[in-house]
C-alpha cells in the first residue's frame, strides 16, 4: 500500500547518489513512492536509480569571486527553485531529503517556501558546504559522523551512518581472523579516484624496505591508477611480492572482508564500510580534500581505536614499512582494531535513515524522534 511520495535530492557524484539510492531501496520496500531530483548530469542516472522518476533540476555552484559569475550562479539557482517549486506542484511530497552537493539546493529551498518537511543527509564528519547553507532552514539533519550535540545544527541532527552497499553487509559477515607469524597477511590498499598515485609510489617503496620474511607473508591487493599499474606491478614482481594490482576491483567488499590490514583513503563511503565490515585501517586523508572532511572522518574512526590517521606528508617509504611491518608482528593489535571498527559501524543505517525520514514526513521533530527511539 502506498504511503505517499518522498523526493530525493542529490548532486551527481557517487558520493551524493548512493547514499540516496539506499535510502530510496529502503522506503520503496516500505511502500512510499520515490522520486528523484538532481542536475542535467541525471540522464545518467534515470535508468539505475530506483525512483518513479528523475527531475532535472538547474542549479550551480557559487565558488567564484567574480560579481557576474555569482549573479549567473543565483540566477540558476533561482531557476532551479522555480523548476522545483513546479516538480512538487505535481507530484506533491510529503518530505523533500537533500544528499549534499549544490543541486539540492534549489529542491531544499523551495521545499522550505513550500512548508514541505525536509531532511539533509550528510555523509561526512565536516558539514559540506551546501548542506551548511541549507542546515538552519531544515527539520532535520542526518549526520554519517556528524555529532548529535548542543551546538545549533546538533540540536536537530540525528547520527544514524551512511547507508552501505548490500556487498558490504554481506561482506560484514565474516569474522575478523588474524594472521599469526608465518601464515599469509593480506593487505588491501586503494586511492579511490583521488590519490592514488601516492600509494602507486609509496607503496611498493615501503614493501621493498621490510625484512624477506614478511615480504614472502604478504599478498597484497591494490588500486591504482591505470598509468600506474605496469610499473607497481614490476617493482612487486622483482620484489618476489604476491600482488594483484588493477584500477578497479568489481569484488572490493569481499576483498576488504580478506583483508588483515587496509590502507586508503578516507572518504565518507570508505570509512563507513571499513567500519561495518571491522577491518583494521591505516587512514591517509587526502591532503587536497575541501573543507579536510577526510582528515574528519578519519579522526572520528582513529577516536574510536578501529584505525589510524597519517598524513600524507608525514609518510616516507621507511615510515610505511615501520607502520606495516610492526602491526604484521601484533596480531592482537589488529584483532583490537578491527573489533573497535565494527562497534563503529553502523549497518542499518539505511533503515535509520528511513525511519528519520518518515518521522519528519509525518510532522515530527527530532526531538519527539529522539524519544522513541529512545
Known amino acids: 500500500m502506498s504511503k505517499g511520495v518522498i523526493l530525493l535530492a542529490a548532486g551527481g557524484t557517487g558520493g551524493h547518489l548512493f547514499p540516496a539510492e539506499a535510502l530510496a531501496h529502503e522506503l520503496i520496500e516500505r511502500g512510499w513512492k520515490v522520486h528523484l531530483a538532481t542536475d542535467h548530469r541525471a540522464e545518467r542516472y534515470s ?7 528523475v527531475h532535472s533540476i538547474a542549479s550551480a555552484t557559487l565558488g567564484s569571486r567574480n560579481p557576474i559569475a555569482v549573479l549567473s550562479s543565483f540566477w540558476r539557482i533561482w531557476q532551479g527553485v522555480r523548476q522545483a517549486g513546479e516538480v512538487m506542484a505535481r507530484i506533491k511530497p510529503e518530505a523533500v531529503v537533500g544528499f549534499g ?3 539540492t539546493l534549489p529542491p531544499l529551498y523551495a521545499a522550505t517556501r513550500r512548508k514541505v518537511p525536509t531532511l539533509i543527509h550528510e555523509q561526512n564528519a565536516v558539514m559540506g558546504r ?6 538552519g532552514r531544515v527539520d532535520a539533519i542526518a549526520g554519517g559522523f556528524l555529532p ?3 551546538s545549533a545544527a546538533g540540536a536537530k541532527t540525528v ?5 552501505v552497499r548490500p556487498q558490504v553487509l554481506e561482506a560484514a559477515k565474516t569474522p575478523y581472523v588474524p594472521s599469526k607469524d608465518g601464515e599469509p597477511f593480506r593487505f588491501l590498499v586503494f586511492g579511490g579516484s583521488q590519490g592514488a598515485q601516492f600509494f602507486s609510489d609509496a607503496v611498493p617503496a615501503a614493501i621493498a624496505l621490510l625484512p624477506e620474511a614478511q615480504r614472502k607473508r604478504l599478498l597484497i591487493t591494490q588500486q591504482a591508477r591505470a598509468e600506474d599499474v605496469g610499473r607497481v606491478k614490476a617493482v612487486y614482481a622483482e620484489l618476489a611480492v604476491d600482488a594483484r594490482v588493477s584500477p578497479f576491483f568489481t569484488d572490493m567488499a569481499a576483498r576488504m572482508a580478506a583483508a588483515h590490514l587496509v590502507m586508503s583513503r578516507s572518504g565518507a563511503s570508505t570509512v563507513s564500510e571499513i567500519s561495518v565490515i571491522g577491518r583494521p585501517a591505516l587512514l591517509v586523508p587526502y591532503p587536497h580534500a575541501l573543507d579536510h572532511d577526510q582528515a574528519a572522518n578519519a579522526a572520528a574512526l582513529a577516536a574510536a ?3 589510524e590517521l597519517h598524513p600524507q606528508s608525514t609518510l616516507s617509504a621507511e615510515r610505511i614499512a615501520a607502520l606495516v611491518g610492526g602491526l604484521m608482528n601484533d596480531p592482537s593489535r589488529l584483532a583490537g582494531m578491527a573489533a573497535a571498527a565494527r ?3 553502523k ?3 539505511a533503515r535509520l535513515l528511513a525511519d528519520l525520514t518518515e518521522a519528519i514526513a509525518s510532522g515530527k521533530t527530532v526531538s519527539d524522534f529522539r524519544r522513541t527511539r529512545a
Open 130 to 135: 551546501a548542506n551548511k547553507a541549507l542546515a
Open 343 to 345: 562497534s563503529a559501524g
Open 101 to 103: 552537493g549544490y543541486p
Open 47 to 53: 535508468g539505475q536509480f530506483p525512483a518513479v522518476a
Open 148 to 150: 548529535e550535540g548542543a
Open 305 to 307: 581505536g578501529g584505525a
Open 159 to 163: 547520527t544514524t551512518g551512511n547507508p
Open 347 to 349: 549497518p542499518d543505517a
